[in-house]
């Protein structure tokens, strides 16, 4: 047992709910303050999937705009990989030197804040709590501190907020406890109080089991943060969901309807990318939300006819396709539909690995021009065209070259990111995805 949880005096505990259905259905109505509809389509009820769910109280119609909703809770998601200088405040970057000096709050906070910012009310606090507890080295972004902001923000919220936060489901995992300890370890007087590490912990908890990497363009580039909605986070899954979401900004959610939503059905939305294969999604879904998801999709090892888990037969002589038995668990034996063999989860597993590594290798060192010739040219000897893999790295192709314009790019390189583009599309069709947010993305409807 770790130094914090001993001070807490417990193990990692599973979080109790705490407020009836009822009560959570009048902190949302609160949250959401003037964004809340006169007449909403939906209500807040307990799931048959998990826990809470959303509810529709009347036929919806495909593409009808459900809610929109703020953030209760944010903050930069600080994954080592991304540029830890965004400005806390407004996403925005720093001018000046590529360096954490040119960022940094010059009061020592430790935090990257812009010259706009730097006198907000918002950091005033922020950079005084930060202050407080020292950090060890303000001469540098620290990405554990940087991280714990988001959580750190439960202070400020007034009473009716924190409420909510200590409503919503908090899923507790030993590893949860780690992002309070390794926070700590960037201060020299970090907090000890028991019912304060307790928030910290509970408010980390909500985070893992409810927050959204929210996405947003500022000058011109993606900005990533870690948000949480609380009405948004009570969307239960299913792998093929009659909503989705995309966002207006960095702390705002729009959540609409992907197809007809009839009188009384649940409300759900995708917690792993749709045009995953199913073993790809249950190992996503059992690793960050601990839960094995049952829908129709996950029982048809055809996924509605895509074939997004199929891979080549390895039965000399054959060109059949090898597809999961069955998906209940997550090391099946595979069929070939051509010649019926069986092969074990193993063998098939390094097969999907070797197809994964090599087109990701593609992915991060090739040129557009290279992709479009190892996609087409040298993919089709060693993966079927249906495969995850495979269509990922159609994708690829297709952001890389809207994102540059096709100014860049000839004639029949255009034709070929359309072509891309109808495959993908006529897939998110056979799946039943209707109006879904990779669906407008794709045909450039929403940024």
């Not at 200088?85 to 000096?101: L, V």
């Not at 020299?188 to 909500?206: G, K, N, S, W």
């Not at 000399?316 to 668990?329: A, E, R, S």
């Amino acid at each position: 047992m770790s130094q914090l949880e001993q001070q807490l005096g417990r193990d990692v505990p599973q979080m109790a709910i705490g407020a009836s259905t009822q009560e959570l259905a009048a902190l949302i109505d609160a949250h959401l303050g003037e964004l809340r509809p006169a007449q909403p389509a939906w209500r807040v009820a307990d799931s048959p999937i998990s826990g809470r769910g959303i509810f529709a109280v009347r036929d919806i119609a495909q593409g009808e705009l459900l809610f929109r909703e703020r953030t209760l809770l944010v903050g930069p998601t600080a994954h080592r990989g991304r540029n830890l200088r965004t400005c806390t405040q407004c996403y925005r970057q720093p001018a000046g030197e590529d360096s954490d000096a040119a960022a940094l709050c010059t009061a020592g906070c430790g935090l990257p804040v812009c010259g706009d910012c730097v006198a907000s009310p918002r950091h005033a606090v922020e950079c005084q709590l930060f202050r407080k507890w020292q950090p060890k080295d303000p001469s540098r972004i620290d990405p554990r501190a940087l991280r714990i902001l988001s959580v750190v923000r439960c202070f400020f919220l007034n009473e009716t907020q924190r409420k909510l936060l200590y409503a919503m489901q908090a899923n507790a995992d030993r590893y949860y406890m780690r992002e309070v300890e390794r926070a700590a370890e960037c201060f020299e007087h970090f907090p000890r109080e028991q019912d304060m590490l307790e928030y910290f912990y509970r408010t980390v908890c909500a985070f893992n089991t409810n927050a959204f990497e929210s996405r947003c363009q500022v000058d011109g580039r993606e900005v990533v943060a870690r948000a949480l909605f609380p009405l948004a986070g009570m969307l239960n899954h299913q792998c093929t969901p009659n909503a989705a979401h995309h966002f207006e900004d960095g702390e705002t959610i729009v959540v609409t309807a992907t197809e007809r939503i009839p009188l009384g059905a649940e409300i759900t939305m995708s917690y792993a990318k749709l045009l995953w294969s199913t073993l790809a999604r249950k190992m996503f879904l059992g690793m960050t939300k601990h839960f094995m998801c049952q829908c129709p999709r996950c029982q048809d090892p055809t996924e509605n006819g895509t074939y997004l888990s199929a891979l080549f037969c390895r039965e000399q002589g054959c060109k059949g396709l090898v597809i999961p038995v069955q998906t209940k668990t997550l090391q099946p034996d595979w069929r070939c539909l051509s010649c019926e063999n069986v092969f074990p989860h193993a063998k098939m597993a390094r097969y999907q690995d070797f197809a994964l590594n090599t087109i990701n290798n593609r992915i991060n060192t090739c040129s557009v021009r290279d992709m479009i010739h190892f996609i087409n040219e040298l993919c089709p000897r060693f993966c079927p065209p249906s495969n995850y893999v495979l269509i990922e790295a159609k994708l690829n192709v297709i952001w890389r070259m809207t994102r540059l314009g096709a100014e860049q790019y000839t004639p029949d390189e255009i034709a070929i990111k359309d072509r891309y583009r109808e495959e993908i599309l006529a897939i998110l069709h056979k799946l039943g995805a209707g109006e879904c947010t990779l669906k407008k993305l794709i045909n450039e409807e929403i940024q």
